[in-house]
C-alpha cells in the first residue's frame, strides 16, 4: 500500500507551486468561472508544466493534486470532474487513479449527485489498489461513504463485510454487525440476519452501547434470537382472540390459562418508568400468586392508547399497593414464519395508572 502522505515534492515544483493559494483549470474550465485571469494563467501554466515536462510519478501527482485542490478550492466542481475524469480515462495505469477517482466521488458528493457519487466509490473498490492519504486508507473511506449513501440492502451487506472483515481495528464491529443485521433483514435474508444478530448479542458492549437511530438495538437483537429460537405457542391469531380468551381466564380467576397465555420470550412486568429489559422487570411469576383472595376486573374496551400494532387491556385489584394493571398485547413482527406473522401476543405488564 502506498502512503501519499508521506512523499516528498520535487523542489522545483514545490517553489512553484507553494506561490500558489488557489487558481483555475486551462483547457478544462467550466463555462460560466468568474475566476480573475492571473489565476487561469497560473493553472494554464500547470497544465503545461504536466503536457511538456518529463515528469516522474510523484512530480506528476504533485501537479495533478495541485490543479484539482485549485477547483475544489474554488467550488467548482464541475472543473475537478472534467478535468480527474479525463486524466483517468487517459491514463487508465497511473498509481493514483484511486486518488483522482475519490476526488471525483467528492465532487459529485459536493453536487447531491449521491448515486454518481457511490459508482465512482464502488470502482475504486472493484478496479483500484487501495493507497494511503495521511494515513487513511482510501479503500476505507469509501466504503464509510458507501454505507451511508447506499439505498440497496444488498449493496449494503457488502460494505458492511468489507468493513468488518478488512478494517476491525478501525471500526466499532458491535455497531456494525447490528446494522448488518437489520440488512439482512431488510434483504429477507433470515439465517444471516440471526446469525449476526447473535453475533452483535455476543459483544461485550452489546448491552451498553448507544447507536445513533437504533435507541432499542439490544432489546430488538434479544427479542429476534429469543423469539426464533422459541415454541411460539401462546400467540393469538387476531387481538381480538386474544382479547376474548384473556378476559375469560380473568373472569373464571383462572391462573393457568393466564400462565399459558403470557408470552414466553421477554416478558416483562414493570412500572410506566422502567425499561423493558431490566433485570427487574424480566423476573418470571405466576398469575396465581396475584388472583387468590382478590377480586380482579377489567375495562370492557381497550384502552384509547391502543393502535393497529399495541394494545393494553386496563385491569384492577391485584394487590393492595399497586391494584392497576395494564395488559399490553402486541403485534408479532416475524416475516420468517408467515404462520407466525401477524399473529398477536400477550407482552408484558405496567403496574400503576399511566403516567
Not at 27 to 36: A, G, V
Not at 99 to 124: G, K, N, T
Not at 196 to 220: C, H, S, V
Not at 222 to 240: A, I
Request: proline share 3%.
Amino acid at each position: 500500500m502506498l502512503n501519499l502522505g508521506s512523499m516528498k515534492n520535487n523542489v522545483i515544483l514545490f517553489l512553484l507551486l507553494g506561490a500558489i493559494s488557489f487558481s483555475f483549470l486551462s483547457c478544462k474550465t467550466s463555462k460560466n468561472s468568474n475566476i480573475d485571469s492571473s489565476i487561469f494563467q497560473i493553472q494554464a501554466d500547470l497544465q503545461e508544466i504536466l503536457n511538456t515536462r518529463d515528469l516522474n510519478s510523484q512530480q506528476r501527482y504533485t501537479t495533478i493534486n495541485q490543479m484539482a485542490n485549485n477547483l475544489l478550492a474554488v467550488k467548482d466542481y464541475q472543473g475537478v470532474i472534467l478535468f480527474l475524469t479525463d486524466w483517468v480515462e487517459s491514463n487508465p495505469d497511473d498509481m493514483y487513479n484511486s486518488y483522482w477517482l475519490l476526488m471525483i466521488a467528492y465532487a459529485y458528493l459536493s453536487i447531491d449527485s449521491e448515486p454518481v457519487a457511490e459508482y465512482y466509490f464502488d470502482r475504486i473498490l472493484q478496479q483500484c489498489s487501495d493507497l494511503l492519504v495521511k494515513g487513511k486508507s482510501i479503500h476505507f473511506m469509501c466504503l464509510q461513504n458507501l454505507i451511508q449513501i447506499s439505498k440497496t440492502p444488498a449493496h449494503k451487506i457488502n460494505y458492511f463485510n468489507e468493513l468488518i472483515n478488512r478494517f476491525p481495528q478501525d471500526v466499532n464491529t458491535t455497531e456494525l454487525y447490528l446494522r448488518l443485521a437489520i440488512e439482512y433483514q431488510n434483504d429477507s435474508q433470515w439465517d444471516a440476519a440471526l446469525k449476526t444478530y447473535a453475533l452483535f448479542l455476543e459483544q461485550p458492549d452489546a448491552t451498553t452501547i448507544q447507536i445513533p437511530g437504533e435507541p432499542d438495538a439490544y432489546k430488538n437483537a434479544r427479542h429476534f434470537v429469543d423469539f426464533n429460537n422459541s415454541s411460539k405457542d401462546w400467540t393469538f391469531e387476531s387481538l381480538s382472540e386474544l382479547e376474548k380468551a384473556v378476559k375469560k381466564a380473568i373472569r373464571n380467576y383462572d391462573w393457568r390459562s393466564l400462565d399459558k397465555y403470557k408470552a414466553k420470550v421477554n416478558f416483562f412486568s414493570m412500572s410506566w418508568r422502567q425499561d423493558e429489559m431490566d433485570a427487574n422487570s424480566q423476573e418470571e411469576f405466576s398469575m396465581r400468586s396475584y388472583m387468590a383472595g382478590n377480586r380482579i376486573r377489567f375495562s370492557d374496551k381497550l384502552d384509547e392508547d391502543s393502535n393497529p400494532n399495541e394494545a393494553y387491556l386496563r385491569t384492577w385489584g391485584w394487590s393492595t399497593y399497586v391494584p392497576v394493571w395494564y395488559l399490553y398485547f402486541r403485534k408479532i413482527n416475524y416475516p420468517i414464519d408467515p404462520d407466525i406473522h401477524g399473529n398477536w401476543e400477550w407482552a408484558g405488564i405496567y403496574m400503576g395508572n399511566k403516567l
